[in-house]
């Protein structure tokens, strides 16, 4: 069983900046797409980024250019930094697994709300 642990939540203003963090159980997380996601309430769940090596990430249209992924297999741990942080972000943030057998494993989720 693999367990997914978000931190990092929180209140921030408009325009600041934030870091989750997702540590992850077991001892194959090279081999995992990390991910993270949010919801919105209302809302569907949707990519923020993706990252399978340093090299290979992805991220969706809405946080290009103001997110970075990042990993640290050494630390089983996957970093979300996420600035210029707008209203419409706040969400449930979500950390995922996956491997390429088509398995996905989800963290609790970690709210960030932004608000003056």
């Known amino acids: 069983q693999v367990q997914l642990v978000e931190s990092g939540g929180g209140l921030v203003q408009p325009g600041g900046s934030l870091m989750l963090s997702c540590a992850v159980s077991?001892?194959?997380?090279?081999?995992?797409?990390m991910g993270w996601y949010r919801q919105a309430p209302g809302k569907q769940r949707e990519l923020v980024a993706t990252?399978?090596?340093?090299?290979?990430?992805k991220y969706g249209d809405s946080v290009k250019g103001r997110c970075t992924i990042s990993r640290d297999n050494a630390k089983n741990t996957v970093y979300l930094q996420m600035n210029s942080l707008k209203p419409e972000e706040t969400a449930v943030y979500y950390c995922?697994?996956?491997?390429?057998?088509?398995?996905?494993?989800w963290g609790q989720g970690t709210q960030v709300t932004v608000s003056s």
């Open positions: 995922d697994a996956a491997i390429n057998t088509g398995v996905h494993w």
């Open positions: 077991g001892s194959i997380f090279g081999r995992y797409v």
């Open positions: 990252i399978a090596s340093a090299a290979v990430v």
